[in-house]
């Protein structure tokens, strides 16, 4: 069995960007927008403005209080999208209630939306064109670079995910699509998970439940993606896959924290250059 370890394999894609944007004429800036109080979501912030920091990104959090009105978000958008020395722009979820998700995440310019949550980018990961100015979301765009790191190709496989979100389940299957994986993406609705997860050779679960995925569940060989990140009430970080039973029965499996985690923070940081180089060579269509 091996560790894919993403904590190391984003380093060093860190030092490789770093040495990118040290030569370049300016620096790529990274705008975030943070509204309320949400601790998990200050500690992702707070990562990611680390991270640009190191490799050179100039990164600016905007806070907002948990009662801010949707126009003024919208205004702030829209004042960013115009701003051209701003290249990266991506608004912290969730969102309070109050606040009309879909309606800021759509006013974001689709050639600043580095998170890849526009319907523009979307559709391009989706269809699979104009791939070189599209943005994917940045956590399976990691889970994808780092498989390709480990050199395990998913064409022809059977891949399971399980979570069919907008930010992590959906778009990965895009991308599992595009590199000629056989995709089935479970959900909450899914009878029987076990089913696919016992045919399939990569199972990549995102989900947010501790254990969901035991040994009974995993064939011999299989390769495990755990995108799930739980806090247990003793403060430890796990997945959502018992790992101390899984890990033996697989060829490579993700270590959570160390895993997944860190390959999103490159992936968007990676995100933010390409869109730098797209607006400053005005590429953008
Ligand atoms: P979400 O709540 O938006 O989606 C959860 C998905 O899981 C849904 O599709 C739901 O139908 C499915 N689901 C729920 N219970 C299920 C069950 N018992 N069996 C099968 N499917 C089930 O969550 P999200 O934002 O996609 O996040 C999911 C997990 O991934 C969370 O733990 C989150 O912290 C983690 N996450 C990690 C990263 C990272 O960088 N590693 C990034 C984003 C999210």
Redesign the pocket.
Known sequence: MTLLDGKSLSLQIQDTLQSIITKLPSAPKLVVLLVGDDPASHAYVGMKAKACERVGIVGEVLRFSHDVEESEILAHIERLNRDTSVHGLLVQLPLPSHINTTKILESISPHKDVDGFHPLNVGRIQCNTQIDRAFAPA?PLGVMRLLEHYHIDVKGKNVAI????N???KPLAALMNNACATTSL???H?KD?STYTRAADIICV????PN?IGADMVQEGAIVID????RLESGALVGDVEFEAVAPKCSFITPVPGG??PM?IASLLENTLKAYRLLESSATP
């Open positions: 956590t399980i979570g069919a979100s930010i992590v389940g479970c959900h909450i899914t998970i995102g989900v947010g439940k969901l995108i799930g990140i739980n997944v985690g999103t």
